[in-house]
């Protein structure tokens, strides 16, 4: 696609005029025919190899009959020309680069190539952007500017005219006949596809997004993988809780939120954990799951398989079909259950850094088609059947485990729980047996001993890129806290048995959340030692969670809670001014 230097409105955020002395990116080979990308490189191939094969069959011929090369026919002519044609194209579509210079006189050394606008683009954004926080110290008032400054600024930072092509786009959209989710393919450009799908939304609803950011965000990156039809992006503050000293290791802990309180809270946990010692944690399962559900005509047919997949002496051929699917995927167990003729298999496996739901899916899939080898009978309703169970709160993730099962644990002494925490262990101990334990049972709760373990779960999923719909079965967790030392100290753990997390794939690979993952030293995936970073992220969402149970729960004892949320979580805006 085009690449363009543009100025950026640093208040908007929306792209302005190109500048007098931009310069444009050159003509590209794959602009040789108005046709499709796929169909110009067939009609280049074919041509190449069709010549070729004439050329060299005339030339045999004319060698055999001792006629002279030099003389050439008419065909013989145009064949040469369309030959050379289809070479310049092929060298010039696969990245040679003089080739494009010959054509377009366009050299290396000139003072705007690509790289350089995109940089440049990096570089304006930069500079536009505000150096420090919007803090009480500092005047984040409005700058005022002379008359005469302010008319030639809002001169230049006028949105760009959509071009003539643009505005039929917008309107076929609007009228049905183009549909929105084929923009990109279609302009082949995945940012002006957002911003044309926009502009349609607007005029289809006839609602605003002026709100909403389109600028500032790599619209590439998620095609394909993370986002369809997208029309901007959502702005979440992300706040830092810590450091988290946990297994003698010290983590910044990022937290994408937009509840008050719940950032700072965790910090004052952080620093409980801190100042006895750290906490420690033990991973004790890794293994993601997909539970098919078959079908067959009886239940005995069912329960022949049940007893197949169940039999140790198979276990290691389904292991190397299922390992087919992956270099990371290894195959862990088997667990079936039957309703009726139905069957259920619950497939676990280990999948490296990545948080795995794709790759035990294909897994899981080799097996179902080697399985119809040996029962043809058996009918698929579906590769999954819920008795995985995935973003949904189930009594077999909170048994078994999903993801990485991890237990937290620390010692905090007395004297932090009176100075830090503002309360004392026996009524942080009574509280959680009323709260946590008895109060959830009470009300029927599946996984949910503990006070608020889904809204640290939540925050961190989000900053680092997990899939936030996790925080389902992410969430199940235990608080347990005792008086140890003779009463004085508390022992306090939390016991997480299904945290779904990665540090590959998915979101992972977007600039904020992998700059977050970056912070805490689990980015990307760990070449000495498969699984590494997303154990290591597992556990600090583990210690995190232990900190937010700590430091709210204290705040519940000591009766902290309204006071502290009427003072960070309230707004003192007043809504009637803000304009829509």
């Known amino acids: 696609m085009d690449v363009r230097r543009r100025h950026l409105n640093p208040t908007a955020g929306e792209p302005l005029k190109p500048h007098k002395h931009q310069i444009t990116s050159s003509a590209k080979a794959s602009d040789a025919l108005p046709l499709p990308l796929y169909l110009t490189n067939g009609v280049f191939f074919t041509l190449f190899f069709s010549v070729a094969y004439f050329l060299l069959h005339r030339w045999r011929e004319k060698i ?3 006629m002279p090369l030099h003389v050439v026919t008419l065909s013989e002519l145009a064949a040469v020309v369309t030959l050379i044609a289809s070479v310049i194209y092929l060298l010039g579509f696969f ?12 050299h290396s050394h000139d003072g705007w190539d690509a790289e350089d606008e995109i940089n440049s683009d990096r570089f304006i954004i930069e500079e ?20 005469a400054k302010a008319a030639a600024l809002e001169v230049e930072q006028k949105s760009p005219i959509l071009e003539a092509e643009d505005e039929e786009i917008i309107k076929s959209v609007v009228a049905g006949t183009t549909p929105s989710y084929s923009l990109e393919t279609k302009l082949g450009d995945c940012k002006k596809a957002a911003l044309v799908r926009r502009e349609a939304l607007q005029r289809i609803t006839g609602k605003s997004l002026s709100g909403l950011p389109l600028d500032g965000f790599d619209y590439d990156s998620i095609l394909g993988q993370c986002c369809e039809m997208p029309v901007g992006y959502v702005q979440i503050p992300v706040g830092i809780a810590g450091p988290l000293l946990l297994d003698g290791r010290e983590y910044s802990v990022p937290m994408a939120t937009t509840e008050g309180c719940l950032v700072a809270s965790t910090n004052r946990g952080c620093k409980a954990i801190y100042l006895c010692g750290g906490a420690t944690s033990v991973l004790l399962r890794d293994g993601m799951t997909r539970a098919p559900v078959v079908r067959f005509g009886t239940a005995k047919r069912a329960a022949e398989l049940k007893f197949f997949l169940e039999d140790e002496m ?26 009726g003729k139905n069957l259920y298999t619950r ?10 739901m794709n790759m035990v899916s294909k897994g899981v899939q ?30 077999v993730n909170w048994i078994e485990g999903r993801g990485k099962s991890v237990v937290c644990e620390a010692i905090i002494k007395e004297e932090v729980v009176r100075k830090v925490l503002k309360t004392n262990v026996a009524a942080l101990v009574e509280l959680n047996m009323l709260k946590n334990l008895t109060g959830s049972a009470m009300a029927g709760a599946l996984g949910g001993f503990n006070a608020h373990a889904s809204n640290i779960v939540s925050a961190v999923y989000i900053a680092t890129g997990q899939d936030p719909a996790q925080n389902v079965e992410s969430s199940h967790c235990i608080t347990m806290m005792e008086a140890v030392n003779d009463g004085k100290d508390l022992h306090v753990s939390v016991t997480m048995p299904s945290i779904e997390v990665g540090t590959v794939g998915g979101g992972t690979q977007l600039a904020s959340q992998s700059a977050c993952l970056n912070l805490l030293g689990v980015k990307g995936a760990n070449k000495e030692s498969a699984g590494s ?8 969402v583990a210690g995190s969670v232990l900190a937010g149970e700590l430091s709210l729960m204290s705040a519940l004892a000591a009766g902290q809670l309204v006071n502290s949320h009427m003072k960070y979580n309230r707004s003192s805006r007043d809504v009637t001014k803000v304009s829509s």
Request: with cysteine; glycine share 8%.
């Open 347 to 356: 497939f676990t496996c280990s999948t490296g850094d990545a948080m795995g």
């Open 366 to 395: 080799n097996v179902l088609d080697f399985l119809r080898n040996d029962f043809p009978d058996m009918d698929v309703i579906g590769i999954s059947g819920n008795f995985c169970s995935d973003k949904k709160p189930a009594a």
């Open 128 to 147: 536009d952007s505000l150096k420090k926080p919007c803090g009480a110290g500092i005047d984040c008032s409005p700058v005022v500017l002379a008359p």
């Open 533 to 540: 970073n997303s154990r290591l992220l597992a556990t600090i």
């Open 95 to 106: 990245g040679i680069d003089f080739v494009q210079s010959v054509l377009t006189g366009r």
């Open 314 to 339: 198979n276990f290691d051929t389904l292991s190397v079909v299922f390992n087919k699917s992956s270099r990371f995927a290894r195959l862990q167990g088997i667990k079936c259950a039957i309703a």
């Open 64 to 66: 055999r009959n001792s």
